[in-house]
C-alpha cells in the first residue's frame, strides 16, 4: 500500500501539480491507546472500590462491644489537648472573676479552672469511690481529730469543688500516660474474658491482651511507615496470638469461634499465613 502510495505522490509532482500533506498514521493504533487508558482506568477503578469495601467490612468486624469499650491513647489526648487562644481566654476568665472584674462570676472562673479530662476513667485501677474517699471523707475525717478542726472544715466546704477538681484532674486517664493507658485496656480484658477478677492466664484473656497491642502498634505504623523495627514486633505478636487461638481451638471449639468474635477477628486471619506487612493501612 505505501509502495503504491509513493508512486502516486511521485507522479503527481513530475505532473506539476502541488499535494498537500497526506496523514498515512493507521487510525487502529490510536483506538487502541484508548481503549487501554479506559481499561486501565477501570481496573484503577475496580480496585479503589475493592479496597473501600475491604475497609468497611473490616470495620464492621471490629465493630465489637469489647473493642468499643477500649481506649486509644491518641484520641484520649487530642481530647484533652487545647489551643493557646483557648487556655489565654481561660486563664482570663479566671483572673476576672477572682479579682471581681466586670465580667467575673463564679461560673467564669469554674469554666477557667476545668479542663477536658472528663472521661470518667482513672488511671492506675483507681475508682471513684476512691476520689470519693479523697475528696471528702479524709478531709473531714483529720479535722474532726485535730485542733480548729471548726477552722478546717469551713476551708474545706469553701473550696471543696476546687479540691475535687484538682484530684481528679491527677488521677484521670486522660492526663495519664501511654503505659497507663495500656495498662487500663488490658485490666478491661481481664474483666471481659477472665473466669476471676485476677485471672491473666486464660487463652481468652492472652489473646485479648494480644490484640490491644497490635491495635496500638498498628495506630503507630500508619503514621511512621519507616519503623520497621515495631514493625517485626508487630508481625511476632500476630503469630503469638495465632498461637494462642489455635490452642484455644484445640481445647475448645466453641470458646474458640466466640473468642474470635469479641476480639474483631476471621478464622483466616488466625489459621492463614501470616506475613511481614510492607505498610499498614
Not at 481529730?145 to 484530684?167: A, F, R, S, Y
Not at 503505659?179 to 485471672?199: C, I, L, P, W, Y
Not at 486464660?202 to 485479648?208: F, G, N, R, T
Amino acid at each position: 500500500m505505501l509502495r503504491s502510495l509513493r508512486s502516486h505522490v511521485l507522479a503527481l509532482q513530475q505532473g506539476g501539480t502541488t499535494l498537500r500533506a497526506i496523514h498515512t498514521t493507521p487510525i487502529s493504533s490510536g483506538r487502541r491507546l484508548s481503549n487501554r487508558k479506559a481499561e486501565l482506568k477501570a481496573q484503577r477503578e475496580a480496585e479503589i472500590e475493592a479496597h473501600e469495601r475491604a475497609k468497611e467490612e473490616l470495620r464492621k468486624l471490629k465493630d465489637t462491644k469489647f473493642l468499643n469499650s477500649l481506649v486509644h491513647p491518641e484520641r484520649l489526648f487530642q481530647s484533652t489537648q487545647i489551643s493557646q487562644k483557648e487556655a489565654a481566654i481561660s486563664s482570663s476568665l479566671a483572673f476576672q472573676s477572682k479579682s471581681g472584674g466586670a465580667m467575673g462570676d463564679a461560673k467564669d472562673f469554674e469554666a477557667g479552672l476545668k479542663r477536658k479530662a472528663d472521661s470518667g476513667a482513672y488511671a492506675y485501677r483507681i475508682d471513684p469511690a476512691d476520689i470519693e474517699l479523697i475528696t471528702e471523707v479524709a478531709p473531714k475525717a483529720t479535722a474532726e481529730v485535730g485542733i480548729g478542726h471548726t477552722i478546717i472544715l469551713e476551708t474545706i466546704n469553701k473550696n471543696k469543688d476546687i479540691q475535687m477538681d484538682i484530684v481528679r484532674r491527677i488521677a484521670a486517664l486522660d492526663n495519664a500516660n501511654a503505659k497507663a493507658v495500656t495498662k487500663h485496656n488490658v485490666q478491661r480484658a481481664v474483666e471481659t474474658f477472665g473466669r476471676s477478677e485476677e485471672d491473666s492466664g486464660s487463652p481468652e484473656v492472652q489473646a485479648a491482651v494480644w490484640t490491644i497491642r497490635i491495635n496500638s502498634l498498628e495506630d503507630h505504623l500508619r503514621t511512621n511507615h519507616k519503623d520497621h523495627q515495631n514493625r517485626r514486633t508487630y508481625t511476632k505478636l500476630l503469630h503469638k496470638r495465632a498461637k494462642m487461638l489455635k490452642y484455644l481451638k484445640r481445647e475448645s471449639l466453641e470458646r474458640y469461634y466466640l473468642c474470635l468474635k469479641q476480639l474483631g477477628l476471621t478464622k483466616g486471619m488466625v489459621e492463614g499465613e501470616i506475613l511481614i506487612p510492607k505498610r499498614v493501612e
